[in-house]
């Protein structure tokens, strides 16, 4: 199909006053307040994508037996806009979530969407709500679309034959408010995040499901974060929580490759491609629990962190197992850790020439 799609247009009436956003906009936090429109795009069958539109944000109304209810038919991205310094916004790699959501909308039976869809999607929410993009340093608006099943009917045998893509959006202040914090993270050996032709190098809600009981665990042991292990020996470093994760060695960096248990990062790819810029080797590999500790221990490995669009880049400053624990380096954020991300936000705010054609202009 190759017919454009053309968005119906219907402005928010009740949008907020210019007060109500500075309050927001004061402290956004993260994904708690949203902005005043939200785009649709339905899909079915018979009609293939239609009915675009950017409405007022507001409550869904669906029947209870809908499919997404049940049987979580769903997929979700996640992105950011930037103010930059001469007060226009760009988005980071849009094309790069735009194809991540069809690799996930395959793996979850469901229908792709035009990749020009996506990003013009994106680029008429943040230009009707422009005034929701913070221009305090630092923060940004967090782009969520997102993709659920809405065919109603309790039937299993085949997927859904209705979709709904939709993108929300919502101001985020920075991660760290107060200098960039190590985080403490729990090796998680008694629950897997993923397995070998299960979903997890797609962007399912499912798995973060499956997730919130070992994150809840990592919590109660003391710590930030979990970090999943491999499904059968649970010695394989996969990701942490919702990142991904790099090990430092010197000027070497190893992140683990992309098995199919591990959600592709664009934050790591865009690491991998920097860490080059930078003059240090990159590499994709394996790590396992007992070299991480071994080299924390010899201190060939000297910095840990995790990456990813709503943190940057996380340092890891301790690591506890249910049999051992130990300290990142002397637990502090490390200089390989600081000017990657550095490198990164300078870019992303425009402070830094966009070399690689990452940035993507939109108004
Ligand atoms: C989204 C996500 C990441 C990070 O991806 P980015 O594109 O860098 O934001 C890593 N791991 C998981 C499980 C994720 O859902």
Not at 26 to 38: E, K, L, V
Not at 85 to 104: L, Q
Not at 338 to 359: C, M, S, Y
Request: aromatic share 10%.
């Amino acid at each position: 199909m190759t017919t454009q799609l053309s968005f119906d247009v219907q402005l928010n009436q009740q949008a907020r006053t210019v007060a109500e956003r500075e309050q927001v906009l004061a402290s956004p936090g993260f994904g708690q307040t949203f902005t005043d429109h939200m785009i649709s795009i339905d899909w079915t069958d018979e009609r293939g994508w239609h009915g675009a539109r950017l409405e007022p944000y507001g409550p869904l109304l669906l029947d209870p037996a809908t499919s997404v209810f049940h049987y979580a038919q769903e997929l979700f991205e996640g992105l950011k806009a930037y103010r930059q310094p001469n007060g226009s916004i760009v988005a980071f790699r849009p094309y790069a979530n735009a194809a991540r959501f069809n690799t996930s909308a395959a793996r979850m039976a469901m229908p792709e969407l035009p990749e020009e869809t996506f990003v013009e999607s994106l680029e008429l929410l943040v230009r009707t709500d422009k005034d929701w993009v913070p221009s305090t340093e630092g923060h940004s608006l967090y782009l969520r679309p997102f993709m659920i099943a809405t065919q109603a009917g309790l039937g299993v045998n085949h997927p859904s034959r209705n979709y709904r893509y939709m993108v929300i959006a919502s101001p985020a202040a920075s991660y760290f408010s107060g200098g960039v914090q190590p985080v403490s993270v729990w090796l998680s050996t008694e629950y897997t995040r993923a397995a070998p032709g299960g979903t997890g190098f797609a962007k399912c809600g499912g798995n973060y499901a499956a997730a919130f009981l070992a994150q809840r665990q990592a919590v109660e042991e003391g710590c930030d974060q979990v970090v999943w292990l491999d499904a059968f020996e649970h010695r394989w470093v996969e990701e942490m929580g919702g990142m991904n994760l790099f090990f430092v060695f010197g000027d070497r960096l190893v992140t683990p490759a992309l098995t199919g248990t591990l959600l592709p990062g664009i934050t790591r790819d865009s690491i991998l491609t920097l860490a080059g810029d930078l003059g240090l080797k990159a590499e994709e590999g394996k790590i396992s629990i007992e070299e991480w500790q071994a080299g924390c221990e010899s201190g060939e490995l000297t910095e840990v962190f995790a990456c990813g669009t709503a943190a940057v880049v996380t340092p890891v400053g301790t690591v506890k197992g249910a049999d051992r624990s130990w300290t990142v380096g002397d637990g502090t954020p490390g200089p390989v850790t600081l000017k990657l991300r550095e490198e990164l936000v300078g870019i992303q705010f425009g402070a830094r020439p966009d070399t690689h054609n990452w940035v993507h202009k939109i108004c």
